[in-house]
C-alpha cells in the first residue's frame, strides 16, 4: 500500500478501484485474468493514479481482506460476556449491510475460498482462546462447527443462494453461540 495518508480524494479513488476490482471479479471469476487496463478503465482513472495506489492488483484483494478482518477482530480483547459478543456480530452484521453490494461481487469469484480459509482459520483461533479462557474447557469439535457454519452460510447468502437477511444471520449465530456455549 504505497499512499499512507489517506485524505478524501485518496479514499475516494481508492473505493472507486474497490468497486471496480469487485465487478470485475464477478465477472472474470479469477483475479490474475484482470488487467490493470480494465481496472483503471472501469474506475475512471489513470495507471499512473492506479500506481500511486497499489502495487498491483492483489493488493486490492488483500486490502479488502484485511479490512473485514479488521472489522472483525475489532476490540476482540474485550469480549467476555454475552452482550459484548452480541454487539460484536452486530457491528460485523452492520458493515455487511453497509458494503453488500461489494461483498456480493467479491464472493462470486473463484478465489473466495483462499479468503474464507483464512477467515476459518483466525476466527477459531480467536473463539478456541475465549471460549479456553472464559470455560475453562476444551470445546474444539464444536468452535470448527460453528466457525465454519457461520462463514459457509454468509457465503451462501452472499452468493443469494440463501433467503435470509443478515440481520436473521447474525440473531442466529448469537442464539447458536448461546446454545453451544453456555
Known sequence: MKVKVLNASSKKTRNELRKAFAELLEEKKI????TIKELVNKAGITRATFYTHYDNIYEIAEEIQDDFIQVVFHNIDN???????????ERIANHLKENEEMYRMLLASDETLIFINRLNRLMTKNLSEFIIKHKCEDRQLDI???VDGITSISLKYFRNELNTSI??????????YERLFK
Open 31 to 34: 483475479i490474475k485474468n484482470i
Open 79 to 89: 469480549l467476555n460476556s454475552k452482550e459484548t459478543l452480541k454487539t460484536q456480530i
Open 144 to 146: 470448527n462447527f460453528y
Open 167 to 176: 440481520d436473521e444471520l447474525s440473531e442466529y449465530a448469537i442464539d447458536l
